[in-house]
Structures are given as C-alpha cells and as structure tokens.
C-alpha cells in the first residue's frame, strides 16, 4: 500500500504552460508528448517507468468504459514497482509536484491514477 504524499499532487496536461505554482514537473508518460519540445515543456524529470506498460496502455486506449480495469491493472504495476515509485516518492518529499500528462481526457488517465495510488494506496 502507498503512503501518502507529503506535499501536493498537482497534475496537468503536457500541453498547458508551465506555471510557477506546478513545483517540480514530472512527465508520467511512457512517450513523450507530440509537439512538445524539452524546452516548452520545462520538467524535473521524464519517469517513463512509472508509465503503464505498453500493453495496458493500448489495451485501455482511453476507454472510460475501461477505466475501472485501467485502474486495477495499473495499481498492480505500480505495487510491483518499487524503484519508479521510490523515485518518485523523492521527488515528493522535497516539495509541490505536478505529473504532466499528453491525454485528452483529463479524468481518466494514468497520471490520475498515480495521483490516486499515491494518495490513497491500492483502494
């Protein structure tokens, strides 16, 4: 189960500005966002082991519809990977983070299910 975070959680499109309030930007995704140049998108760190595998990410194809699965599936990942979330929670723990994300649908992605995982454990 995940212990939960220290400082905030913020999450944000990839696309969005950077902003002074977004502390450290972290870029969640397992690609890299089309379009977007390192320098636009101004981040700590690209965590791409944190990502969902590819498998799980085109099996959910940002399928509400799927999104309960998503979730589950997901968390199993992250229970299993203890390295990308010790990175993570150590970025987490010297400040205000925000999970940068490319998806559409700003409901039901990965990064707001990391958010979810890390706030509130696997349930």
């Not at 950077?18 to 965590?47: F, N």
């Amino acid at each position: 189960m995940a212990s939960p975070a220290r400082h905030p959680i913020r999450l944000k499109r990839a696309y969005e500005e950077p902003a002074p309030g977004d502390g450290q930007r972290l870029l969640v995704d397992g690609l890299w966002p089309r379009g977007v140049t390192k320098a636009d998108l101004q981040i700590e760190a690209w965590l791409k082991a944190i990502a969902p595998s590819t498998a799980l990410r085109k099996w959910f194809g940002h399928d509400p519809a799927r999104w309960d699965g998503f979730r589950s599936r997901y968390f199993a990942e992250l229970a299993a990977n203890a390295e990308a979330l010790s990175q993570l929670r150590g970025y987490l723990s010297r400040g205000p983070v925000t999970l940068l994300y490319a998806a559409r649908d700003e409901e039901h992605n990965n990064a707001v299910a990391l958010r979810d995982f890390l706030l509130h454990g696997s349930g």
